[in-house]
């Protein structure tokens, strides 16, 4: 009988259903509690591309690696403060991650917030980081700066998450010259793949120039609507173009994410029992199990 190893559970393949990837479709183990925290495994959520769903799969991949039990936090490198913004932060005349990257002697404790997630902690962001790749552009070791500031506080956190800007430019080069991995959210519609080549090539000119250990942790396909040929066939390319890089799990469309954002609570907290928190939360068992997170 054709079996199957996977991290700690063993399961007969005929027992696990086809999962859209085309593969079984495993419901991951609850990961263990830790019994320590820290360092950190630190992972950007790139894509130059707006709308793939970054800040959506940052803020409800933390809040579900909470709720395992990990301490959470999330960086919120894009200007827009998308990310302050979806976790219920004001951004509004307070110390931002802008602060902390024009003086790396600040303390970043006096910049990051609770949410009311517990577990889960914020670097918030607001419009003042856009001018931030002008000011950095002249320091030395430009491309570290973010790097020494996430080194002071990883002792204290299992996972930083950093949701990037769309863009490939300086700040994006320091999110990815911080990260241990990378994680690639790539929306299930037309020219999903339009522009992936180039982010690749970025990871890997960082790998060669700046970051060496970098590793791709997955391709998380979102918006995907398995009710339309369309969807089906974007994520079928995927899986040809990725391979075992594309996740298990897939996050479906649903518009209880613009209404969970518009509360500024998590998904995971908005409305708990939906298949999109479930997917989330089976998004943090995936990566554990794959051993990207503690
Ligand atoms: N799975 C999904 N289904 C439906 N809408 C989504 C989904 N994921 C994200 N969205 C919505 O799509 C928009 C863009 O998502 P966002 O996470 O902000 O993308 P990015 O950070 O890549 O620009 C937001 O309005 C968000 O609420
Ligand atoms: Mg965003």
């Known amino acids: 009988m054709a079996e199957k190893t996977r991290g700690t559970k063993t399961a007969r393949a005929e027992d696990v259903p086809m999962g859209p990837t085309g593969r079984p479709y495993h419901g991951f183990p609850t990961p263990p509690a830790l019994s320590s925290h820290g360092p950190a495994r630190i992972i950007s959520l790139c894509n130059q591309k707006g709308g ?108 930083i998450l950093v949701d990037c800007q769309p863009s490939l430019g300086l700040l994006t080069v320091n999110a990815l010259t911080a990260s241990h991995g990378v994680l690639i959210p790539l929306e299930c519609e037309f020219f999903a793949l339009r522009g992936v080549a180039l982010l690749v090539e970025t990871i890997d000119k960082v790998r060669d120039r700046l970051n060496p250990a970098i590793e791709l942790d997955g391709v998380l396909a979102t918006m995907y609507d398995p009710r339309t040929l369309h969807s089906r066939e974007v994520l079928e390319r995927v899986v040809e173009a990725f391979g075992d890089d594309v996740l298990e799990t897939v996050i479906g469309r649903t518009v209880k994410f613009p209404d969970a954002s518009v509360s500024g609570v998590p998904i995971t907290q908005f409305a708990p029992e939906h298949a999109a928190a479930q997917a989330y939360l089976r998004l943090a068992r995936e990566l554990v199990d794959r051993g990207a997170v503690a």
């Open 52 to 159: 793939v769903g970054k800040t959506t799969t940052t803020i409800n991949l933390a809040a579900s690696l909470a709720q395992y039990g990990r301490r959470v936090l999330a960086v919120d490198f894009d200007p827009q403060g998308a990310l302050s913004a979806g976790l219920g932060i004001t951004t509004h005349d307070v110390p931002t991650i802008y602060d902390l990257l024009l003086d790396t002697k600040r303390d970043p404790h006096e910049v990051i917030v609770q949410t009311s997630t517990p577990g889960l902690d914020v670097l918030p962001a607001n419009i003042d980081l856009s001018a931030a790749e002008v000011h950095l552009v002249n320091e030395v070791a430009r491309e570290t700066i973010l790097s020494r500031v996430l080194r002071k506080v990883s002792g204290e956190y299992d996972v």
